[in-house]
């Protein structure tokens, strides 16, 4: 009995890591850096990206027309990518801060579906650039 | 105070060496001298500790921004309360309170077994006493909380607490976590004395019985209240959301859950007394390395705590843990064969034993989602990541096979179930199961997931009643008593089956719950004064547009009439601030929306002031509509209440 035991369990656990295995498909997002979208990706029209860099100084802008609607460049060091995004976005998202997006590239410009801040959910300041002292 | 706070710490960290050099030494030579010093220095070590917390709370409570992370973490503005909770906001201070509820418990462990237990307890301090002297040696050498600000100037206030933080469920909300993952140290740290001590029958299992519950609990209430203040606080309209810092306390709980009952085997029955062993280790492992994951930044989380050096150095010590685990485990297995046999699939133990193995594949999965950016990336170069999606589906069908197991369950006998009695137990439940899937079918519930967690939900519920009816029913022939009396007096006769069942419908509310995010709405707009969206049939008017200057913040108030059909529902006031808006730094000021939300038991109206263009007077807003989101807390309560029951002291004694 022990023996079928075994057994049974063994294959229930085998089920559940093909069931896992089978659930990658089609959920993965590659976390990727603008050089890979522009040169090493096949882009394949609706698929999914996924990178994090800096928000270009001054790079951010509001339509006239519809205030959910906004661009900005993605800056990771030299390379520079137009991102789009058309929808709230969070608190701390301004010029030069650290974002993470997601969405679909068209070979010349990032449709972003998924904008992050990554803001420390702790303050990590710099005690010397704090403006509170003598 | 810096030297004084500092000098405690080096201190414990030299007691907490001699301890373990003490221990060793009784093992080795049976000396009783060495113990008792090694239990009284080992209780210093705990008192110290718990005087450098003091000191440090001290220090942050008198603002004494000589000291770095009492300058980082608070400003002489920060409100009392929270002065005393960036006890546990920074790195360094964390370490200090982890290591605080470690000492706590481990000074309650040794008074609590100073009779008992004589085998076990050497092996016991000893390890608890290696746990402490990792995190002492990190407080000491990597991330010391009392170090000096780094200066040439003197400060006249401190940065002061994120006002996210500035919320009382983040007051909570940590030190429950903290009381869930240290508090698996001391069933870990039985776990490996009794395998040194080769005491391995069901000695050990029970005195940690308790003490697992109590851990297992303070963890989930823990992870619940973060979903709770995610929920509440952050505008993002829901309450879990699969990142890895989530995922990292999650793992533990699914293995300590798979354990509080696989030890019931081995209590009742003396079996899979290997796979305890394993279970327990592996839960205590998992702790630790979810802090490692959430404190070496080497997966991105929107939690991103600071990066430091503490990363390679709990890696380390997850490796030495899991070293001396796999060899004590091999090393004595022999002697944890219990050499008895399961009898029949259709039993309670089997029913218990495929009940672990789903939680644990559940973890797995869990674990296989969080590292894959990780692995992915070794293997291919490339970092892949899975987001909610994956984590969804593979966890709902899981999930719903372990609801119907917790439904299953406690209706199988013990050794064998006959057929008779299946039938005889489980016809009604699952009749009530399907009836109710097909009336939500009929409501127009097409998909498949809702229409399943609704008929699982029913079945789960009818068994659980079915086994309370039928204690009263035995009760009330047996005793003559009153149904009420007989309820009364069967859950006090058997406190942690009955807490159990409890915990179970706990959990059922729960997946009602989660059936409601099949159906939630959101969208956003822009709106100036006096426009009027609609949304799953509510009509939302912008009424007001306030301005308003507060002690700390500046803020903007939109009022939001809401009505259905006409009728009057509420009306919502989201704000937007500006936390320092006095700031002559632009950097420094920081915005922070304050949502504003309706619950009823059916569905929340949930809204969030996304921005404002202050020129045009045009804001924009999103709202959502989140179903049956009340469920979740109200399982939450209901898991509180059944653990409690469970573990209520019996008047018998301990």
Not at chain 1, 109 to 121: E, H
Not at chain 2, 299 to 314: C, N, Y
Not at chain 2, 410 to 419: E, V
Not at chain 2, 431 to 446: D, N, T
Request: glycine fraction near 8%.
């Amino acid at each position: 009995m022990n023996k079928k035991f075994a057994a049974v369990i063994i294959s229930v656990a085998l089920l559940m890591m093909v069931w896992v295995g089978l659930g990658f498909e089609g959920n993965e997002l590659p976390y990727v850096t603008i050089q890979d979208l522009t040169t090493k990706e096949t882009v394949k029209p609706g698929k999914r990206f996924r990178l994090g860099g800096n928000v270009k100084e001054g790079s951010i802008i509001r339509s006239e027309t519809d205030p959910l609607a906004l661009s900005f460049v993605l800056l990771q060091e030299e390379q520079q990518l137009p991102v789009s995004y058309h929808k709230i976005v969070p608190d701390m998202f301004k010029d030069g801060s650290e974002v993470i997006v997601e969405g679909i590239f068209n070979g010349e410009r990032f449709y972003a579906d998924n904008l992050m801040t990554k803001c420390a959910s702790r303050y990590e300041g710099d005690l010397r650039k704090s403006d509170t002292s003598i | 105070m810096p030297t004084y706070g500092a000098a405690l710490l080096s201190l414990s960290l030299g007691l907490c060496f001699l301890t373990v050099v003490l221990m060793g030494l009784f093992v080795r030579k049976g000396d009783e001298r060495y113990f008792f010093v090694g239990q009284r220095t080992c209780l210093t070590v705990c008192f110290l500790v718990v005087l450098a917390t003091i000191t440090l709370l001290a220090g942050l409570m008198k603002s004494d921004f000589n000291v770095d992370y009492v300058a980082k973490y608070t400003s002489i503005g920060t409100p009392t309360i929270y002065k005393f909770t960036a006890l546990w906001a920074g790195q360094s201070g964390s370490l200090l309170f982890w290591l605080f509820v470690l000492s706590c418990y481990v000074a309650v462990v040794i008074v609590q077994n100073r009779n008992r237990h004589e085998k076990l307890m050497p092996y016991v301090i000893m390890t608890l006493s290696v746990i402490q002297g990792f995190f002492l040696l990190m407080v000491n050498f990597v991330a010391n909380p009392f170090a000096p600000v780094e200066t040439d100037f003197i400060l006249q206030d401190g940065l002061g607490l994120n006002p996210l933080l500035q919320n009382p469920t983040m007051a909570i909300h940590p030190p429950m976590l903290y009381l869930g993952y240290v508090g698996f140290s001391v069933p870990f740290a039985f776990a490996i004395a009794a395998l040194c001590s080769r005491q391995l029958d069901a000695v050990w299992v029970r005195s940690i019985r308790r003490w697992t519950l109590f851990t297992w609990l303070a963890l989930g209430i823990g992870i619940l209240l973060g979903g709770w203040w995610a929920y509440n606080e952050l505008g993002w309209g829901g309450y879990w959301a699969w990142d890895p810092v989530e995922n990292a306390s999650f793992m533990p709980w699914l293995t300590g859950t798979a354990f509080i009952h696989s030890i019931i085997i081995q209590e009742k029955k003396n079996m899979l007394r290997v796979w305890n062993m394993i279970l327990i280790l592996v839960t205590f492992l998992l702790c630790i390395f979810g802090t490692f994951l959430t404190r070496s930044g080497i997966v991105s989380s929107v939690h991103s705590f600071t990066q430091s050096s503490l990363g390679p150095m709990f890696f380390g010590f997850v490796l030495l843990i899991l070293a001396v685990s796999i060899y004590l485990v091999l090393s004595r297995l022999d002697d944890l064969k219990s050499g008895k046999r399961m009898e029949s699939f259709v039993s309670r133990e089997s029913g218990f034993l495929f009940n672990n193995v789903v939680f644990v594949s559940i973890c797995f999965a869990v674990l296989w989602g969080t590292m894959f950016p990780i692995i992915s990336e070794a293997v291919t170069g490339t970092q892949i990541t899975v987001g909610a999606p994956f984590f969804n589906q593979i966890t709902i069908p899981i999930g719903l096979l372990l609801l119907t197991l917790s439904g299953i369950g406690p209706l199988l006998a013990w050794r064998r179930t006959s057929r008779e009695s299946l039938t005889r137990n489980f016809s009604i439940p699952v009749l009530i199961g399907l009836v109710m899937a097909g009336v939500v079918m009929i409501a127009g519930v097409r998909s498949i997931y809702p229409v399943m967690t609704v008929a699982l939900t029913a079945f789960v519920t009818s068994t659980i009643s079915t086994e309370f009816w039928r204690g009263i029913t035995v009760r009330r022939r047996k005793f003559n008593e009153s149904s009420l009396q007989a309820l009364f007096r069967m859950i006090s006769k058997n406190r942690s089956r009955y807490g159990g069942y409890i915990v179970h419908i706990g959990i059922v509310f729960m997946f009602v719950g989660f059936i409601g995010k099949a159906f939630d709405k959101d969208r956003e707009w822009a709106m100036s004064v006096g426009d009027e969206v609609r949304i799953a049939g509510y009509d939302i008017r912008l009424t007001a547009l306030d301005e308003e200057e507060r002690s700390n913040h500046y803020a903007w108030i939109a009022t939001l009439d809401v009505t259905k059909k006409g009728e009057t529902v509420t009306s919502l006031q989201p704000e937007k601030r500006i936390y320092f808006h006095k700031n002559p730094n632009p950097d420094r000021r920081q915005p922070h929306s304050e949502l504003s939300l309706h619950s009823t038991w059916r569905e929340d109206v949930y809204s969030v002031f996304g921005g404002i263009d202050p020129e045009k007077e045009l804001l924009t807003i999103k709202i959502m509509v989140n179903r049956l989101v009340r469920f979740v807390w109200l399982g939450g309560y209901v898991l509180l209440f059944g653990t409690v029951i469970a573990l209520w002291p019996d008047r018998r004694g301990l």
